[in-house]
């Protein structure tokens, strides 16, 4: 039986991959703000899945939650770093606030579960599987500073890679438009008027999951770095 801690598992493509991981039998760490939304997907899923409540900002927090978790159920397998969020704006006049918030989860987020959890994920062999983004490998106009902290999960994924490559798989999962309510946090109104369509047409957030399965569950012996997956628009 595996334990896998999932970030931001209380919406989107965090909460489908909890959902799919249950189901296949993993003992699941839930992590994220919204205690309501996480006490009601573990309801749903079963004693299994274990409520973390935790803002990734908060190393105290995450080092309190994951300890928590390891004294009860072993040494974590896989960690999802899966937590973030973007602001569409323009870089000129854009919101410094918003900019430090997306810098905050999910650069220094992820950064700040994987300090507390490596340990642990080496001493198990285990598993880093990161959420990029399409904005890892390419800018967009009106999402520069998402794109950037994008960027960084790509130097983080390969650097931990190389430092540790007998003892830990790593993983980024770089995704198109996603249909959840990512693109709903956006809090200029001219730009979520531009986007949400967008999104909507998306790709599901369960076929993110698969992806994330998919990858958990490659053979032994193989490692899948990277996936991209974008929605194919010509079918829609
Ligand atoms: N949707 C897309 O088009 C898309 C495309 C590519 C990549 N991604 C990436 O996929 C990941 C998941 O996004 P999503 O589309 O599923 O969005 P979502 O539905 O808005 O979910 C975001 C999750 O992150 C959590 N979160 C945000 N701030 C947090 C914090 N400070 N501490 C702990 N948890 C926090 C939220 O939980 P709480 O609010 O309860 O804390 C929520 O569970 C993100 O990293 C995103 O950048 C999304």
């Known amino acids: 039986m595996k ?3 999932i970030t931001g598992a ?3 493509i965090g909460a489908s991959t909890a959902r799919l991981l249950y189901a296949k039998g993993y003992t699941l760490g839930l992590m994220a703000r919204s205690v309501d939304k996480l006490e009601a997907l573990s309801q749903e899923l079963g004693a299994n899945a274990i409520v973390l409540p935790c803002d990734v900002t908060d190393y105290a927090a995450v080092k309190s939650g994951l300890e928590q978790f390891i004294a009860a159920h072993g040494d974590i397998d ?4 899966n937590a973030g969020l973007g602001y569409f704006d323009s870089l000129v006049g854009g919101k410094i606030e918003e900019w430090h918030t997306m810098v905050d989860v999910n650069v220094k987020g992820v950064l700040n579960c994987l300090h507390v959890a490596l340990p642990s994920l080496i001493r198990s062999t285990g598993h880093v599987v990161n959420l990029g983004s399409l904005a890892s490998h390419q800018v967009f106009p009106n999402s520069g500073v998402y794109c950037a902290t994008k960027h960084a999960l790509i130097a983080i994924s390969n650097s931990l890679r190389l430092e540790i490559p007998d003892k830990l798989r790593v993983t980024t999962i770089s ?3 996603v249909d959840t309510p990512f693109i709903h946090s956006t809090s200029n109104p001219q730009m979520l008027e531009q986007y949400k369509d967008y999104f909507a047409a998306g790709l599901r957030p369960e076929m993110i999951a698969e992806q994330i399965v998919h990858a958990i569950e490659a053979p032994a012996g193989s490692v899948i770095s990277e996936i991209i997956i974008r929605p ?3 079918m829609k």
């Open 78 to 81: 896989v960690l999802i770093n």
């Open 232 to 234: 194919n628009r010509a």
């Open 3 to 5: 334990n896998i801690i």
């Open 10 to 12: 209380s919406s989107g």
């Open 175 to 177: 995704p198109g438009s």
